[in-house]
């Protein structure tokens, strides 16, 4: 007999990237070919997420990254053929791609850079005064003085 259970106890603390397992796996599932090119999901700090996807064989002028309503799509365009070119074995793919991530609340890409062949784009949560929690101070002559 199997028995099913739930992980989600286990999730209902963590907030924004603390659950990227869940954001990418529902992508993939989403997004067929979405596993090329391979990336990795880093965290730096409490506030701090890099994606680093490696775009061997492209250039800066290739790629494209969009934020769009809390969606960051990246996308490489495909290189044309060098006809001059007869390629005996192919095995580093420079086909075109796209890969979204969706971004939790408070999530801005602050930069990407393109370096040996991985694109890295840096994220920071970033809380707006607002939203932040604040402390209520209790002050009981506070009450008394306003009941008279």
Same mark, same amino acid.
């Given at each position: 007999?199997s028995? #099913?259970?739930? *992980?989600?106890?286990l ?6 990237f $603390?659950r990227?397992n +869940? &954001?990418f796996?529902?992508?993939?599932r ?7 090119p391979p990336y990795?999901? /880093?965290?730096h700090?409490d $506030?701090?997420? =890099?994606?680093? @996807? ?6 800066? /002028? +290739? &790629?494209? &990254? !969009? ?6 799509t990246?996308?490489?365009g495909?290189? +044309?053929?060098? $006809?001059s070119?007869?390629?005996?074995? !192919?095995? @580093? ?7 979204s991530f =969706? *971004? #939790?609340d408070? @999530? /801005?890409v602050k930069a990407? %850079?393109l370096?040996?062949g &991985?694109l890295? @784009?840096? *994220?920071l =949560?970033v809380?707006? /005064?607002e939203?932040?929690?604040? =402390?209520?101070?209790?002050? %009981? #002559?506070? !009450?008394?003085? *306003?009941?008279h």
């Open positions: 007999m028995t #099913a259970f739930s *992980l989600a106890p999730f209902r603390s963590s907030v924004g $603390d990227f +869940d &954001l796996e529902s992508a993939l989403n997004e067929p070919g979405s596993s090329y990795n999901v /880093e965290k700090a $506030d701090q997420y =890099r994606i680093v @996807i490696a775009a061997a064989g492209f250039q800066e /002028e +290739d &790629l494209e &990254l !969009q934020v769009e309503k809390g969606v960051l990246v996308s490489g495909k290189r +044309d053929a060098n $006809d070119v007869t390629y005996l074995h !192919q095995g @580093i793919a420079q086909r075109a791609f796209k890969l =969706r *971004l #939790a408070h @999530i /801005e990407a %850079g370096s040996n &991985l890295s @784009i840096d *994220l =949560r809380v707006p /005064e939203a932040k929690p604040k =402390r209520i101070a209790i002050n %009981g #002559a506070q !009450q008394q003085a *306003l009941q």
